[in-house]
T-cell receptor
């Protein structure tokens, strides 16, 4: 079983629509969670950290469900520039201020169409 | 501009040759990492270094070697012992090794074994 699992997609989304997708993780002790964005043949870049209470950054909303061990990302009012692969990242940390290897999901591809 | 650089962008290697991938950062970060990305898979950790003159093996260190003689530099050598080296190699750095610190990635090196 993979440590972090994502639906690879692609999710084809009309411009202006809302898209949401999840990722599941296996390590129940993990404390730190992130969404990274990766454009085609480029390096990943941090999109947002995911906090226990859920958090929002503009059109992006991230949620954490510890009981079911998944995190989600919702994109509202999709733009053409949102087309990318979104990587779910979970740290194998035991406390919020310890070192923990990052486990990367394989990514969910989102394609926003005009 | 502060950032993390990798060179070369593309590298072709004949079987049996060792090659060294460069990674330099001017962000004054203590921690540096090497990942490998293959199609359809998440990033996998090869080696990491939380401080200069110290480094540890990641999940797939076999056939690779690193050094961390300077804070800003973390070169990766892909040896002939690495059985399937063709991949996209990403170097990253973070302020410290603590999980919640954002990892910044370089633009990557695409290695192809001929």
């Amino acid at each position: 079983r993979k440590e972090v699992e994502q639906d690879p997609g692609p999710f084809n989304v009309p411009e202006g629509a809302t898209v949401a997708f999840n990722c599941t993780y296996s390590n129940s002790a993990s404390q730190s969670f992130f969404w990274y964005r990766q454009d085609c043949r480029k390096e990943p870049k941090l999109l947002m950290s995911v906090y226990s209470s859920g958090n929002e950054d503009g059109r992006f909303t991230a949620q954490l469900n510890r009981a079911s061990q998944y995190i989600s990302l919702l994109i509202r009012d999709s733009k053409l520039s949102d087309s990318a692969t979104y990587l779910c990242v979970v740290a194998e940390d035991e406390t919020t201020d310890s070192w923990g290897k990052l486990q990367f999901g394989a990514g969910t591809q989102v394609v926003v169409t005009p | 501009d502060g950032g993390i650089t990798q060179s070369p962008k593309y590298l072709f290697r004949k079987e049996g040759q060792n090659v060294t991938l460069s990674c330099e950062q001017n962000l004054n970060h203590d921690a540096m990492y090497w990942y490998r990305q293959d199609p359809g898979q998440g990033l996998r950790l090869i080696y990491y270094s939380q401080i200069v003159n110290d480094f540890q093996k990641g999940d797939i260190a076999e056939g690779y070697s690193v050094s961390r003689e300077k804070k800003e530099s973390f070169p990766l050598t892909v040896t002939s012992a690495q059985k399937n080296p063709t991949a996209f190699y990403l170097c990253a750095s973070s302020l410290t090794g603590i999980s919640y610190n954002e990892q910044f990635f370089g633009p990557g090196t695409r290695l192809t074994v001929l």
